[in-house]
């Protein structure tokens, strides 16, 4: 079945340091690729998306690319903010209904 | 355009009894999903309903159920709660054959089982 790998957290970082999430998949047809981010207390905010191989989702910074040879999506942002610290999930949408496959999420805590 | 709202935001049951939490979707959206968050780990899918019938699972027993409305709010029924029930409850929606279908999500329901 379909599955989202995120690398291991947490992740902590100064202001302004280069950020990169690494997220791999698997999935039986052609997913839609989603980066969501989850801010404390709050409920799943969608941050980027990339539907076909090559796309780039890219918002407030953040950039992901759909890369179909090495089955990944990874999030990159070249200088964090104090205000980037929540917890980003990868997840993929297989098939026409709702149903997103989520990975285990990554903690990421920006110091001043 | 309003977002998607749920409530309550938090309740605490204990094992054996029955909990219905609620969702309204955001404007023009008429599909609703429902998740399962765990403390630490990712969203798991649990159902989707469209069109007020149940169209998709996730690997969750029968005593989690649903409900849409016309209106395309929706509700989720966990009877029998178990102390793994306990975490939060997400809902989202979505509208239907609109290119990739992106979910909004409500800041959802924590629930506590003792």
């Known amino acids: 079945g379909d599955s989202v790998t995120q690398m291991e957290g947490p992740v902590t970082l100064s202001e302004e340091a280069f950020l990169t999430i690494n997220c791999t998949y698997t999935?039986?047809?052609?997913?839609?690729l989603f980066w969501y981010v989850q801010y404390p207390g709050e409920g799943l905010q969608l941050l980027l998306k990339?539907?076909?191989?090559?796309d780039k989702g890219s918002n407030k910074g953040f950039e992901a690319t759909y890369r179909k040879e090495t089955t990944s999506f990874h999030l990159e942002k070249g200088s964090v903010q104090v205000s980037d610290s929540a917890v980003y999930f990868c997840?993929?949408?297989?098939?026409?209904?709702?149903?997103?496959?989520f990975g285990k999420g990554i903690t990421l805590s920006v110091r001043p | 355009e309003t977002g998607v709202t749920q409530s309550p935001t938090h309740l605490i049951k204990t094992r054996g009894q029955q909990v219905t939490l609620r969702c309204s979707s955001q404007?023009?959206?008429?599909?609703v999903s429902w998740y399962q968050q765990a403390l630490g780990q990712g969203p798991q899918f649990i159902f989707q309903y469209y069109r007020e019938e149940e169209n998709g699972r996730g690997n969750f027993p029968p005593r989690f159920s649903g409900l849409q409305f016309p209106n395309y709010s929706s509700e989720l029924n966990v009877n029998a709660l178990e102390l793994d029930d306990s975490a939060l409850y997400l809902c989202?929606?979505?509208?239907?054959?609109?290119?990739?279908?992106?979910?909004?999500f409500g800041a959802g329901s924590r629930l506590t089982v003792l």
């Open positions: 999935a039986t047809g052609y997913p839609s």
């Open positions: 990339a539907t076909k191989a090559d």
């Open positions: 997840a993929l949408k297989d098939g026409a209904n709702s149903k997103l496959t």
């Open positions: 404007s023009g959206h008429n599909t």
């Open positions: 989202a929606s979505s509208l239907m054959g609109s290119g990739a279908n992106v979910l909004t």
